[in-house]
């Protein structure tokens, strides 16, 4: 897996177009503060084909999920936010400006780190 700098983070969430219409495939909670999420979603860099996804979240603060089996039911057609604020990632469904206004989500996972790994979709 390679380290999401935040540096990058808005070259890499241009590259997924925000990852509007994405589809969260699971959720693996591995210990206490590590959460794995894996999406399909278009890669501009590969003409828009689509691509799995695998983020995993470290030293995880703060978090919302659902269960597994309601992932269907999740609308990401305004995409999924990933931002950096106040030395912590976050990541939620839906559009989002700041951690504050990431509370909302209905899934949202707050951390210090976060590392990605693409796979064929």
């Not at 177009?17 to 495939?25: A, G, M, Q, T, Y």
């Not at 799995?52 to 992932?71: M, P, Q, T």
């Amino acid at each position: 897996m390679k380290p999401l700098l935040a540096k990058g983070l808005n070259t890499f969430t241009k590259r997924f177009s925000d990852f509007i219409n994405c589809e969260i495939r699971s959720l693996e909670i591995v210990t206490s503060t590590t959460i794995k999420l894996s999406l399909a979603t278009q890669d501009e860099s590969r003409e828009f084909d689509w691509i799995s996804l695998n983020l995993e979240f470290n030293s995880v603060s703060d978090a919302k999920l659902i269960d597994e089996s309601k992932f269907h039911l999740l609308d990401t057609s305004e995409g999924v936010s990933l931002i950096y604020d106040k030395d912590s990632f976050a990541f939620a469904v839906g559009n989002y400006k700041n951690i504050s206004r990431i509370k909302n989500a209905i899934i949202y996972v707050i951390a210090s780190n976060i590392k990605y790994e693409e796979n064929k979709f």
